[in-house]
């Protein structure tokens, strides 16, 4: 006997030892991180876990006494050891032997489980059919066994199976349905579920909750035609189900029937116009189609309902601070605040708009509520700029460079913070620097692009073209980079037509770019096609009222000799920026 022999030889009670041993193992969740399956027979034992608790208690099922033999203890131990190493065939090889060896129940199901989460249905059957004969009041073994008979097309077998969980698991018939409901959810043959559910439900058509189950597995499927068609059999004999409504009303617009949805939601808060959760879908559903100005009004509307509505008060919160009503979106989230609900989107917000009101250190105090959260980072930057602002430039730098950034987009955007803080300066060789160090060996689209913005301050048209082009190269639709050099190249150099070329590449990808319809009526200037760049530079000015497009236009039109215009374009411009340094340096140039 081998050294493992010698310590177990005998007949001792073999079911303790099993018993110590599975609890040493710690069970499934000992396994090794790597075997985790992500794989749809994963759902098998997920779903089982998540849909039993509610089942009738189990009475235990017999225990046969084992002998512990060599055999036994030896497949027990590779099982496990197999098992924590990410072997799973081992694992499941050895523990199914050991189910049809031993014929202990609880073997089976460990055997079972193992095979469900090694993705091995074939044995995974097999086990489970040992398990549900040793323990034929095993719904988690019936709902296994269900399951894989869908997944292979066996839906007698399948059905049943799901016969004995509905004659055996505790709940009303609609929970019964739903805990299936779930477990065929996220199947691949689509099909079988399907076929499986109708006949499921058959009996069942009258029975709202039941149907409210079938078009959720429908739904899941991808089969939004039928979980509608379910869905409006369910509101004729129920019209007042505020889940069907809603759900009905989702799908309908998924399917891009919007008016339809938003008629259909209309006439439901008429009849239930005391319905909090149909009138909360609505105010959702309204901003969600960027109906803006309705959503807020309703959201006000159940604001006087219920005051404290965490959902209402940071809806009218966002509501409002989209409108620039700052004020109003003060009130709403100080609410929330006080209340402790949704503190850290709550400070982010007033955080802006103490930011906005020019209130800086507060909104610094509530900058740094946040620990966490999707604007966590964001807000991190923000103290970073409000510092600067402050005249504390390099407790700002300090700030930016500790803050942590999760992957190189975000390494990316702290360099061009940084960066811009130091330009705002005039620093410009301290920004350069910056980018230098962050660019050295490693390529960033953006980091490039603002380096050669940087460079262009700078007179080195060098870096400036070196760096765009090296953008365009990677990718040729690049729209800002070749835009960039193409006005750079036009304004400041005598390549027109290099100019004209990258311009018009980017004019095909945005043909209704304003600064891009800028660059292209300012390199036509510059090629003396006066005509052809008025054109442009109008409809430059029709898309955004810019200050520097209406300096480049007024120049355009003074030099064609239409000074009456020029002026008129220039006054128009200065009544809206009037201290704009490039309006007032070409109007000096041309009208002293």
């Excluded at 001792?12 to 069970?27: C, N, V």
Aim: charged residues 30%.
């Amino acid at each position: 006997m081998n050294g493992i022999s010698t310590l177990f030889c005998g007949k001792i009670p073999a079911r303790a030892m099993i018993l110590l041993l599975l609890t040493l193992a710690a069970g499934c969740a000992g396994l090794s991180d790597r075997t985790k399956s992500q794989g749809p027979s994963s759902a098998v034992s997920s779903q089982t876990a998540e849909t039993t608790s509610d089942r009738v208690p189990a009475v235990e099922s017999t225990r046969p006494d084992i002998e512990l033999t060599e055999d036994i203890l030896y497949k027990l131990l590779v099982a496990e050891i197999a098992g924590q190493r990410g072997q799973l065939d081992i694992a499941v090889d050895n523990y199914l032997d050991l189910a049809e060896e031993t014929r202990d129940p609880e073997i089976a199901s460990r055997a079972t489980r193992i095979a469900v989460y090694a993705r091995n249905d074939e044995a995974a059957s097999r086990a489970a059919r040992i398990w549900v004969e040793l323990d034929p009041d095993s719904i988690d073994a019936h709902q296994i066994l269900a399951v894989l008979a869908v997944r292979r097309g066996d839906l007698d077998a399948a059905m049943s199976h799901f016969d004995i969980i509905l004659a055996q698991s505790a709940g009303s018939m609609d929970q019964k349905l739903w805990v299936i409901a779930n477990l065929l959810g996220k199947e691949d043959n689509h099909d079988n579920v399907k076929a499986v559910m109708e006949r499921l439900m058959q009996g069942y058509q009258d029975d709202p909750d039941a149907l409210y189950a079938f078009a959720h597995v429908m739904s899941r499927l991808g089969d939004e035609a039928k979980a509608m068609e379910i869905l409006r059999q369910l509101l004729e004999i129920m019209p007042d189900n505020t889940n069907a409504t809603i759900s009905y009303v989702s799908l309908l617009q998924q399917d891009g029937q919007t008016e339809k949805a938003l008629q259909w939601l209309e006439k439901s808060i008429q009849k239930n116009p005391d319905n909090i959760n149909l009138r909360l879908f609505y105010a959702r559903f309204l901003t969600d189609i960027k109906y803006y100005s309705e959503a807020k009004k309703q959201f006000q509307d159940l604001y006087e309902v219920v005051p404290e509505n965490i959902d209402v008060l940071y809806a009218l919160g966002l509501l409002h601070l989209q409108d620039n009503e700052l004020k109003e979106a003060r009130t709403y989230f100080v609410q929330l605040s006080e209340q402790g609900e949704r503190v850290e989107e709550t400070s982010y917000y007033l955080g802006r708009i103490a930011e906005e009101d020019g209130d800086l250190d507060q909104a610094i105090i509530w900058y740094s509520n946040l620990q966490s959260g999707a604007n966590y980072f964001d807000a991190q930057i923000r103290v970073g700029l409000i510092m600067a602002k402050q005249g504390k430039l390099e407790e700002a730098r300090t700030h930016l460079q500790s803050i942590p950034a999760q992957g190189p987009d975000q390494k990316a955007i702290l360099v061009q913070a940084e960066g811009e803080l130091l330009v705002e300066e005039k620093r410009f060789e301290e920004a350069l620097k910056v980018y230098n160090k962050a660019l050295d060996n490693n390529f960033n689209a953006d980091l490039l692009y603002s380096r050669a913005m940087l460079a262009e301050k700078m007179d080195r048209l060098d870096i400036l073209e070196d760096d765009l082009k090296a953008i365009i190269e990677k990718n040729p639709e690049h729209v800002q980079a070749l835009n960039a050099l193409g006005y750079t190249l036009a304004d400041r150099t005598d390549r027109f037509e290099e100019a004209h070329d990258l311009i018009s590449k980017a004019l095909a990808l945005k043909p209704n770019d304003f600064y891009i319809l800028d660059s292209m009526g300012w390199v036509l200037y510059r090629m003396g096609r006066l005509d052809e760049a008025v054109e442009y530079l109008r409809r430059a000015l029709k898309e955004r009222a810019d200050p520097e497009i209406a300096a480049h236009l007024g120049e355009v039109l003074w030099v064609k000799g239409d000074k009456e215009a020029a002026r008129q374009v220039w006054e128009t411009a200065l009544k809206e920026t009037p201290e704009d340094a490039r309006l007032l340096d070409v109007i000096q140039r041309f009208n002293p």
